[in-house]
């Protein structure tokens, strides 16, 4: 199976890609991106609120995969990663374009869903009460993960979450996220 | 009791808390993948610290970045913090940002919202 996000990085590839990953995600993985593109951002003087939205979005995004993803369907060509995820950064004109992708399983697809057009259709000072309200009553979930990723990485952006659901068979989909990070003034 | 006193790494933060001065400082990055893990001891230790705090207790939180995950554990130690106050007792959080961190700012505006405990926004200009 071709997947979009590679042949988009094939097309992308000479148009400023600073990072593709496709693998095992676990924490010197989460390390390793983290450096490079900060290391890379620096070099490039990058201004450093972009820079510190950019590592901030980042982090959210690695660690979404960390927590949440779905085991690989089997048949998969990767069967050894627990956490099988796929990232592309790269600057565009006005900022960084941040990419994920990772396995879903059919039955987890509407709720996350829900969760993102629940953001996407919240003004921005909705989406701070709604961080609010989840940081004050939402545990830490079993998998560790807080259930705030989404809603900072939208509110430390200002953008809406561009997303897609790809059937890979009829019980796995492979999702995509596909967030800006830029430069325009937050509302 | 015993001060903690926790190096930094690259993911978790400088970590002082002396309970014999009452001043207790969280300082760096905090973005581990188990937050849990690196701030229980802290919250236990303040379970501790609030049997018997300072009548003046001072917390310097001096974040460059936390993740979603260390928030809710910092809400935890606010919480603590929070439960010495409401004891009669003087408890101050000074929140330090970057001047053009305005995502730092809005950080500490929420805890402040939430945790009755007063909050100095304090901008460090380089």
Not at chain 1, 1 to 12: A, K, S
Not at chain 1, 126 to 140: A, D, G, P, T, V
Not at chain 2, 15 to 35: H, L, Q
Request: charge should be negative; include cysteine; proline fraction near 3%.
């Amino acid at each position: 199976m071709g997947f979009d996000i590679e042949n988009y990085v094939t097309d992308q590839a000479k148009n400023n890609v600073i990072l593709f990953y496709k693998g095992n995600v676990d924490s010197d993985v989460i390390n390793h991106v983290l450096d490079t593109v900060e290391d890379k951002m620096v070099e490039i003087n990058e201004q450093s609120k972009l820079r510190k939205k950019v590592y901030n979005v980042l982090v959210e995004s690695l660690q979404n995969l960390y927590h949440h993803v779905d085991k690989v369907p089997e048949g998969f060509e990767d069967q050894t990663s627990e956490k099988f995820g796929m990232l592309v950064v790269q600057k565009v004109d006005n900022g960084y374009k941040i990419i994920t992708g990772n396995f879903v399983h059919a039955d987890n697809i509407e709720k996350l869903e829900e969760k993102i057009k629940r953001i996407n259709r919240s003004s921005h000072e909705e989406i701070k009460e709604l961080y609010k309200f989840i940081l004050n009553h939402q545990r830490i979930s079993a998998k560790g993960g807080g259930g705030l990723g989404l809603v900072d990485i939208a509110r430390k952006t200002g953008n809406k979450l561009e997303y897609a659901f790809k059937e890979y068979n009829d019980k796995y989909s492979f999702f995509y996220l596909n967030i800006l990070v830029d430069e325009r003034e937050q509302i | 009791m015993e001060p903690i006193i926790i190096e930094g790494t690259p993911k978790t933060p400088t970590v002082k808390f002396d309970a014999t001065e009452g001043v207790f400082e969280i300082k760096g990055r905090s973005i581990p993948e188990n937050s849990v893990e690196f701030y229980k001891p802290l919250v236990d230790w303040l379970d501790s610290y609030k049997e018997t705090p300072l009548t003046k207790t001072v917390v310097n939180i001096r974040l460059e970045y936390f993740n979603t995950s260390s928030s809710k554990c910092i809400l935890d130690v606010f919480k603590k913090l929070e439960a010495i106050h409401k004891a009669k007792n003087e408890v101050e959080v000074n929140w330090y940002y970057e001047e053009d961190d305005e995502d730092m700012l809005e950080a500490g505006e929420d805890y402040e919202s939430i945790i009755r405990v007063p909050f100095k926004m304090i901008e460090i200009v380089e």
